[in-house]
């Protein structure tokens, strides 16, 4: 009793700082209640030029653009490139998967010394055979559960860096144990991507910054000097910027792999991470084709639409993911200088696609369709025919279009073996990939 009495008012003193979360259900599901905030108009510079050519928009409205989404809702990067940027292959093995694929794993070392900031980077490839291709294109995305989860191949290596705890997929303690091998084998469908033709690459986002607010004063963070989550300079970096920036040093890495093809590599990710394939594909050009899949708010869907998640839930929920600033917009969306529409327009002349499932309301799957749409003017600066249809297609029909392509798929939030074969047929088209028997 006594015990109990003496705890009371320490737990009555933390409570407020626990702020409730409004829930998810409280959220605006109904067309009719969207609002109707103007979209911030994408071919229109601040010093009012209307943009008609494709080099008014390179030379213009993009770097400007970048800078707008810099500024006030990622946060600048706080280091480019390292220049003690240099890499290890730890592991070669060419008979994985039965003999259907390679399996190489590379540590990025940001610095010099041994406790430097470090990307364990997992690549799958198709084995080479006479007479076929010898570069493989690519996709590359960052996973949620150590290189482990994406298959259930032994010869992984586990991650041993912070992980939250989840008694399904065996994380315990904050680590990641034997149990957690392939438990989102199926979010990766490396056979099927392997069979196809492709390579893939896959780090750990928590390795390059722990997706909780103390990830901003940890790990690679601590080491660029952000200055924590609350502490941070307005417009500095964030955890989706932090991401976005890991997904360029692993190119910087695949530039480099004699198998693989740098012109042909696709990035990609799976909500917040979709979010943040996103940034890294508007700040990268070296990414031919930029796959965002169900990345909801802050990522392809209009933030100028009331429906689902919001600027201010993100922000609230998530105070490490954006750069201070963005909070700014918090139940103030109207003051947006772009929406996500300009984002997938930052990819011009580059291929995007963007897919979303019917029941991942949260993410409003139509405002993830219209911002595809309305990236479509820029695209055709270029002459790209965009989506060529402008209502939502029906589900489980996807739109392959000319510079960007759409699905809405039956199911949840997630991503599926479904989701990645359309991928790859978009990317076939692009990257001028044979179908193998
Ligand atoms: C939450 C969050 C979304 C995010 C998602 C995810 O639902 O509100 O913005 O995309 O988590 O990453 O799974």
Redesign the pocket.
């Known amino acids: 009793m006594l015990r109990s009495l003496f705890f009371l008012p320490v737990v009555l003193l933390l409570a407020p700082l626990r702020a409730a979360l409004p829930p998810?259900s409280s959220y605006n599901y109904d067309e009719a209640k969207v609002g109707s905030i103007p979209l911030p108009a994408v071919l229109t510079a601040r010093d009012g030029t209307v943009i008609r050519t494709a080099a008014q928009w390179t030379e213009l409205r993009r770097p400007e653009l970048l800078e707008l989404f810099t500024r006030e809702m990622f946060g600048r990067n706080l280091v480019g490139r390292p220049p003690g940027l240099r890499w290890t292959v730890t592991s070669v093995d060419r008979t994985a998967l039965g003999g259907k694929a390679v399996r190489k794993e590379i540590t990025l070392a940001f610095a010099d010394g041994s406790d430097a900031p470090r990307l364990r980077v997992l690549v799958y490839l198709p084995v080479a055979v006479e007479g076929g291709p010898r570069r493989f294109p690519a996709f590359v995305g960052l996973n949620y559960f150590g290189n482990q989860s994406i298959h259930s191949d032994p010869g992984i290596t586990v991650s041993d860096v912070w992980m939250r705890d989840n008694a399904a997929f065996k994380v315990v303690n904050g680590r990641a144990t034997e149990g957690t091998r392939g438990v989102h084998a199926d979010r990766w469908a490396v056979e099927q991507v392997v069979a196809r033709g492709y390579a893939t690459a896959t780090a750990y986002y928590g390795e390059l910054c722990e997706d909780r607010p103390e990830g901003l004063s940890r790990g690679l963070a601590a080491w660029a000097g952000t200055g924590g989550t609350e502490g941070r300079a307005p417009d500095a970096w964030g955890a989706i910027g932090i991401w976005a920036w890991g997904l360029s040093r692993i190119m910087d890495y695949l530039e480099t792999d004699p198998d693989i093809d740098p012109a042909r590599v696709a990035v990609h990710g799976?909500?917040?991470?979709?979010?943040a394939a996103l940034w890294a594909g508007a700040q990268d050009p070296r990414f031919a084709l930029v796959i965002s899949n169900?990345?909801?708010?802050?990522?392809a869907a209009l933030a100028t639409r009331q429906f689902g998640?919001n600027v201010e839930?993100?922000n609230l929920?998530?105070p490490h993911w954006f750069s201070r600033t963005y909070r700014g917009y918090n139940g103030a969306e109207e003051k947006l200088p772009f929406d996500s529409h300009s984002l997938l327009a930052l990819m011009a002349p580059r291929d995007v696609y963007v897919a979303s499932a019917i029941e991942d309301t949260?993410?409003d799957p139509r405002g993830e369709f219209l911002a595809t749409l309305h990236a479509g003017p820029v695209f055709a600066l270029w002459g790209k025919k965009g989506l060529g249809r402008v209502t939502l297609p029906p589900v489980d029909h996807p739109v392959l279009g000319d510079g960007l392509s759409y699905h809405l798929r039956t199911g949840k939030?997630d991503i599926t073996p479904y989701d990645w074969a359309q991928f790859m047929d978009r990317a076939d088209v692009l990257f001028k990939v044979a179908r193998r028997p």
Request: cysteine-free; glycine content about 20%.
């Open positions: 998810s799976h909500s917040r991470l979709g979010k169900n990345s909801g708010a802050g990522g998640e839930r993100l929920a998530f949260w993410a939030h």
